[in-house]
């Protein structure tokens, strides 16, 4: 005979969690302890607080998980309020991920969240390792590829390069444009990470200046004209700062006077706003499907409960509706999820002479590298303080600081050049000494 | 502050127009569980003008685990009241008001409730219920979409009788640019362009459609009045377009290469287009509506002044060009789709005396957005789901059964109807209550294997995986899931409200085991 379960707020999620299904992950093992170490011991990082963030974060303390963190750099602004439904008009000017960890956790008792109001690279690179699974709420395509290279350091290779799944660090990033979305799943090292596949994301086009000089055509045109040429000649000295009302203003009023001149007609101040910020259209609806596939996913990467999608989905809503998941393939060569870079060293160089090397080194052009190994900081560009701490170190012989191991990993991070843009960013590095021979090696690995 | 500010980045999408038809549209949601709720929460977001809950059951402990809108306080209380005043708080320029009542009593005994909504939304309901609204929602002519969400699956479908579209918004679309039949201004200002001009900086801003308009009509001489249509033909084309390079860095030839493939585009309408205006919908009377009677103007532009063709969208993309000549081709495309335009305006004038309506009750931007979205349009037609239900295509059933890529969608799509087989006739969902497991799943199984059976399907089966996970699923809302559903069925309705871009047509099943859900069309 059928029985009722006593009254439980998890009564729909037990059903999934605590009986034997068909269509599962490998590993799950249903159950009671299931249930209670995805409340106790499950960590997830979410990583921006504004139209998936506020969506992954009511998502996610509604799927089982009770330990969970946001950052967010950003401050609520009025045009937030269409979708980032954790928000009110009260709350202008305040911290999204402030606001958006207090309002959940006054709706659902028993979770908590720990938002963290500041920059992505503010944090050291520990602090990343600490959770289970990252999801990104993330509308850069910057800030993405910096938290994929920070999950990608931390996976390691055997000895046949093969990755180990105990260092893999899964992701699960969605993105929105409209009626238009994706949700992706990233297991470094399984999976292709945002770098094998960055291509998915393609440069913004630019108009060219000598367009904007001499032909203009259309309002676009104008509007960048007056932001990009017209300021500087006028206003030289002072930045231009699209949050200053005034300033936005400025540039409209000179959008318009170019395009009277040329007899073009379009130029409204909402178009000004849009081009300059480069505005992406956004929608609750759009938010709430693609965060809900993306803390679906990792529910599922936590508990094993189901399949998992493999690897990306995508969500378009413009002419009827289409869903298509497709699977990816790792670029073999990726410099990000890879085992890292191989760098062979004599036992000599200096760590001053090894920071100057990776900024001519052809496939990695990163410039003012602050080095961690292990954890350790060796040298570090910034903040003063631990500049000063570490300076002293520059002058050491890098194989000394590495504790004479012969082969092992480092972190570069730093500034990226690449395609004339520069980015903040992470690189791993197989450091390998020559001239150390296996028995050395086996020496230190037997004495460590 | 400006209500405009707080939405402006929906208005980039949907404008002021589709933000006014919203913020009139009155809403119905019939049960307020995650499904319902989250569907709403979207809408109320988008400021549309007043929802009205409806929902008998009050709030228990299970309820805090997978619904944002009741918390600890709302425990023993209406859930429809406790969901109702979250709603608010969200937006106050919404009108949000909430019955005290099961959605089931209002279709049994209040059909005339309905017919006040713009929009009913009706979630979790059990196949009997939805037969029974879908008949009352059709008969009062008010939209309905159904969202389900039922463990991993759930579903999402629209009945309206028909929905027509202007503004269709399609991601990519041919620029209407007529290169290769262009009209006699058109034709003069390419004509007043000199191709072998010696100025460099002349020639490399002559717009590629001046460009590809003299090739084509080069082309077009020298071959009996026929386009390029092989493939030999088409680079042979290209080649002609590269051979009047004068440098490396002439974008305009460039351009004109890339979009050589819009001079060899066929002239006169899509098939889509001449469905629409042979649609017996275009033979119009009295009760005809402002869409159709345009269509039937269209259709007589078509056979007249248009001579084949829709009248000219007037936009052009932009190109490389020199600033006067952009300006002054920009103009002649505008001049001949306003001229084009009051052709069909007293076209429709025409049309509407005759039928005895008064001439000028469809506004004239209404008209102006019609014609430039000629080529666009769109209608949707939704049949009755008991239709589907009764007598749903053997040879669509039979071949998604048998494609791998639809297996699973169209096995949830029988096994929802089978759970609701098995509620009706054991009062529980198979597997909504612990123990007695293996008894559910062969009830489950028997049930889906009589109802394939009945829809003639003989001999098909599900595979036992599929049926043992529904067991598992036991009716079970899971939190995500209803996000993603609810998602889905706001979008819909944001569509369907706006009338811009295109409506889902059939059935979504969502899978959530993979993410291969399917749209199924089974009527
Ligand atoms: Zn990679």
């Known amino acids: 005979m059928a029985d009722a379960a006593p009254p439980s707020k998890s009564r729909d999620l037990d059903k999934l969690l605590l009986r034997p299904g068909n269509l599962v992950g490998p590993t799950f093992d249903p159950g009671v302890q299931l249930r209670d170490d995805l409340q106790e011991y499950a960590k997830i990082l979410v990583v921006g607080a504004g139209g998936l963030g506020c969506e992954l974060l009511k998502d996610l303390a509604l799927s089982g998980f009770k330990n969970l963190e946001v950052i967010d750099m950003d401050r609520i602004e009025v045009t937030n309020l269409n979708r980032q439904f954790l928000f009110r008009l009260e709350d202008v000017g305040k911290p999204k991920a402030e606001v958006a960890a207090k309002r959940v956790m006054e709706r659902v008792s028993g979770v908590n969240i720990v938002p963290h109001f500041c920059r992505i690279e503010d944090k050291d690179i520990d602090f990343y390792s600490d959770f289970n699974i990252i999801a990104l709420g993330l509308d850069s395509i910057e800030a993405r590829s910096y938290i994929n290279a920070v999950a990608c350091s931390f996976l390691e290779y055997d000895s046949d390069n093969n990755p180990r799944e105990e260092t893999m660090k899964p992701m699960v990033d969605g993105g929105t444009e409209g009626f238009k979305g994706h949700a992706r799943v990233i297991v470094p090292g399984v999976t292709p990470c945002f770098e094998c596949t960055i291509w998915l994301f393609p440069p913004q086009v630019k108009f060219p200046l000598c367009t904007l000089a001499e032909t203009p055509r259309n309002a676009a045109h104008c509007i960048e004209y007056a932001h990009l040429i017209k300021w500087d000649e006028v206003r030289s000295g002072k930045a231009f700062d699209p949050d200053n009302a005034d300033h936005m203003k400025w540039v409209y009023d000179e959008a318009v006077k170019r395009a009277e001149l040329f007899g073009i007609p379009g130029v409204t101040y909402s178009l000004t706003q849009g081009v300059v910020k480069n505005i992406i259209p956004a929608i609750a609806s759009t938010n709430a499907i693609i965060s809900a596939a993306c803390a679906l996913e990792t529910l599922k990467i936590a508990s094993a409960f189901s399949k998992t999608l493999s690897n990306y989905l995508t969500y378009n809503g413009v002419e009827g509706l289409h869903t298509k998941v497709t699977e990816f393939v790792k670029d073999k060569d990726c410099l990000v999820c890879g085992p890292g870079v191989l760098i062979e060293l004599d036992t000599t160089v200096t760590l001053q002479e090894f920071i100057d090397m990776l900024e001519g080194h052809p496939k990695l052009l990163i410039s003012k590298a602050s080095i961690t190994y292990h954890g350790k900081n060796l040298y570090m560009q910034a903040p003063p303080v631990l500049e000063e701490m570490t300076r002293s170190n520059l002058n050491l012989p890098l194989y000394d600081l590495m504790d004479k191991i012969p082969k092992d990993i480092l972190h570069a991070i730093g500034t990226i050049n690449k395609d004339n843009k520069k980015s903040s960013g992470l690189r791993k590095l197989r450091v390998d000494f020559k001239g150390i021979d296996g028995i050395t090696d086996m020496d230190m690995a037997g004495g460590a | ?523």
Request: aromatic fraction near 8%; include cysteine.
């Open chain 2, 1 to 523: 502050m400006e209500p405009k500010t707080k939405y402006d980045r929906q208005l980039r999408i949907w404008g002021e127009q589709g933000q006014a038809a919203l913020e009139k549209a009155s809403i119905c949601l019939l049960n307020c569980g995650p499904t319902g709720s989250e569907t709403l929460k979207n809408l109320v977001l988008g400021g549309v003008g007043s929802i009205t809950i409806v929902d008998g059951s009050k709030v228990e402990l299970g309820d805090l685990g997978n619904n944002f809108m009741v918390d600890e306080s709302s425990l023993g209380q209406s859930k429809a009241k406790c969901v109702c005043s979250f709603l608010q708080e969200l937006n106050d320029a919404v009108k949000a008001k909430f019955i005290e009542e099961y959605p089931q009593a209002l279709i049994d005994t209040n059909t005339s409730f309905f017919s006040q909504f713009t929009v009913v939304v009706a979630t979790q309901l059990v196949e009997e219920s939805m037969v029974k609204l879908d008949r009352i929602c059709r008969q009062a002519n008010v939209m309905l979409i159904f969202a389900r969400s039922y463990g991993l699956t759930g579903l999402v479908r629209i009945s309206v009788k028909e929905h027509t579209v202007i503004e269709s918004k399609p991601d990519h679309f041919l620029d209407d640019l007529r290169l290769n039949n262009p009209w006699p201004e058109l034709r003069g200002f390419a004509e007043a362009i000199d191709l072998n001009v010696q100025d460099p900086v002349a020639h490399k801003h002559i717009p590629y459609v001046v460009i590809l308009v003299k090739m084509a009509d080069e082309w077009i001489k020298s071959h009996g009045g026929a386009l390029p249509s092989t493939r030999e033909e088409k680079r042979e084309f290209k080649e002609l377009l590269k051979a009047r390079m004068i440098a490396m860095d002439e974008d305009n030839y460039k351009e004109a290469i890339d979009a050589s493939f819009k001079v060899f585009a066929l002239r006169g309408i899509s098939s889509d287009l001449q469905r629409i205006i042979n649609d017996s919908c275009a033979e119009v009377d009295s009760s005809s509506s402002n869409f159709w009677v345009m269509v039937a103007a269209l259709k007589e532009f078509i056979a007249n002044e248009g001579g084949g063709e829709v009248p000219l969208e007037g936009s052009i993309p932009d190109m490389t060009s020199s600033t006067e000549h952009y300006v002054n081709l920009q103009k002649i495309y505008q001049a001949k789709s306003e001229a084009d335009f009051h052709v069909i305006e007293q076209r429709a004038r025409d049309i509407l005396k005759k039928i005895g309506r008064d001439p000028h009750s469809i506004p004239k931007a209404t008209i102006k957005s019609f014609c430039k979205n000629a080529r666009k349009l769109k209608v949707c037609r939704y049949h009755l789901i008991e239709d589907e239900y009764n007598n749903p295509s053997l040879a669509e059933l039979q071949k998604y059964l048998t494609d791998e890529d639809y297996s699973i969608a169209v096995g949830f799509y029988i096994l929802l109807r089978a759970v609701d087989c098995c509620a009706a006739n054991f009062n529980s969902f198979p597997g909504q209550f612990d123990g007695g497991m293996d008894e559910d799943i062969s009830r489950l199984k028997s049930t889906a294997v009589s109802l394939l059976n009945d829809l003639g399907c003989n001999g098909l089966t599900l595979t036992e995986d599929l049926i043992n996970e529904m067991c598992r699923f036991g009716a079970a809302e899971l939190h995500a899931v209803a996000a993603f559903i609810g998602g889905i069925a706001s979008q819909e309705v944001i569509k369907l409200i706006t009338k811009q871009f295109v409506p889902m047509s059939g059935t979504y099943i969502f899978n959530g085991i993979d993410h291969k859900s399917q749209l199924l069309t089974l009527y």
